[in-house]
């Protein structure tokens, strides 16, 4: 493995579920902080902003008002964001597992173990989901 981490939106994310149009995806999360600044070089990929596991990629808007923040979920350097999403949205809800990715995100070396150990088999996603339907009145 190259320990690379793609971000993409859950099939079971409300966008994706409930036929709502993405209006707007924004990377900037704060009045100092953009995702779109995030400059990477090197081998090293030096200069790439560093993520917790909470820290917020973007927020989408759909057409009805909602927003929804999208969080790293793991800890790691900040590769790239897709930017075809910001002027092609839909990308998110027709390919988001393939073109329509959020961002890519590199954990650390010594870290990348536990994270990919701690993730569920898409098997085991399925029966989560399903779970969750079933119990949901």
């Given at each position: 493995s190259f320990r690379i981490c793609v971000i993409t939106l859950a099939e079971a994310h409300p966008l994706l579920q409930s036929g709502k149009t993405i209006k707007n995806i924004n990377y900037q999360i704060s009045a100092n902080c953009s995702r779109l600044q995030n400059k990477v070089s090197g081998k090293s990929k030096r200069g790439a902003q560093f993520l917790t596991e909470l820290a917020p990629l973007c927020r989408i808007s759909s057409s009805d008002g909602e927003e929804y923040t999208i969080y790293s979920c793991i800890r790691g350097r900040l590769i790239e964001v897709n930017e075809n999403i910001l002027s092609n949205p839909t990308l998110l809800q027709e390919k988001p597992s393939t073109e329509g990715y959020i961002a890519v995100v590199l954990p650390k070396f010594e870290e990348s173990k536990s994270v990919?150990?701690?993730?569920?088999?898409?098997k085991e996603y399925e029966e989560v989901l399903l779970k969750r339907r079933n119990s949901t009145p």
């Open positions: 990919t150990q701690g993730l569920l088999t898409q």
